[in-house]
Every structure is written in structure tokens, then in C-alpha cells.
């Protein structure tokens, strides 16, 4: 499966963004995709996931919110509330098989979009 995903863009901190995820096919309800993000001089880091249920780091949870329409074979991610330290390049990432507990595990992911910028800025 490919992933496209488009949405980042510069924002003043406190503002929002949604961030899509367009899948080339149709995926089944046990493929999880995830968001993930990586900042200048960094290693990636988890962001969100979702299969059946959601997950989210610890970081962004309450402010940002993964969705899934799979009419349209794309997931969201809406941002509100950003933070300088949200800019970082974002990923997602789809994964066959995965369970919950593992869903923050970018190993576990077999194919990965080629990211899009959010900058926000102070």
C-alpha cells in the first residue's frame, strides 16, 4: 500500500492543523496506521495510531485527535493547541497485524508516507 500524506504548513502556536493520510487501496479493519514525527536533530517519536480503538503519546494527548474515513481510505489527524515543539516532520505509517499495545512502535510499521512539514512558530 502507499501513503500520501499532505496537510503540514506553518502555524502560530495555539493554532491547528489536520494532516491527512491517503491510502493507494483500501486497507482492512486489523491494518493500524499511524502518525509519527521527527524534529530537527531528533530521533522519530510516536504520535497517534488507529485501528478498532486509538492511541496517543502522551504529549499530544487531549489536543490532537486521529480519525479514520474509510470511504475515502484516508486518516486524519487534527492538531489544535500546537506548540512550538510540535514542528517536526510527520509520518504515517500503516501496519498489518499490530496490537495495541504496540502500536507506538515504529518497527512494527511496514509502509510509510514520505512526511509533511509542520512548523509552528512562537
Known amino acids: 500500500v502507499q501513503l500520501q500524506a499532505s496537510g503540514g504548513g506553518l502555524v502560530q502556536a495555539g493554532g491547528s492543523l489536520r494532516l491527512s493520510c491517503a491510502a493507494s487501496?483500501?486497507?482492512?479493519?486489523?491494518?493500524?496506521i499511524g502518525w509519527f514525527r521527527q524534529a530537527p536533530g531528533k530521533e522519530r517519536e510516536f504520535v497517534a495510531a488507529?485501528?478498532?480503538?486509538?492511541r496517543y503519546a502522551d504529549s499530544v494527548r487531549g489536543r490532537f485527535t486521529i480519525s479514520r474515513d474509510n470511504a475515502k481510505k484516508t486518516v486524519y489527524l487534527q492538531m489544535n493547541s500546537l506548540k512550538p515543539e510540535d514542528t517536526a516532520v510527520y509520518y504515517c505509517?500503516?501496519?498489518?497485524?499490530?496490537?495495541?499495545?504496540?502500536?507506538?512502535?515504529?518497527?512494527?510499521?511496514?509502509?510509510w508516507g514520505q512526511g509533511t512539514l509542520v512548523t509552528v512558530s512562537s
Open positions: 487501496e483500501r486497507t482492512g479493519s486489523s491494518t493500524a
Open positions: 505509517a500503516a501496519a498489518t497485524g499490530i496490537i495495541w499495545s504496540t502500536m507506538d512502535e515504529g518497527a512494527r510499521y511496514d509502509y
Open positions: 488507529i485501528r478498532g480503538s486509538v
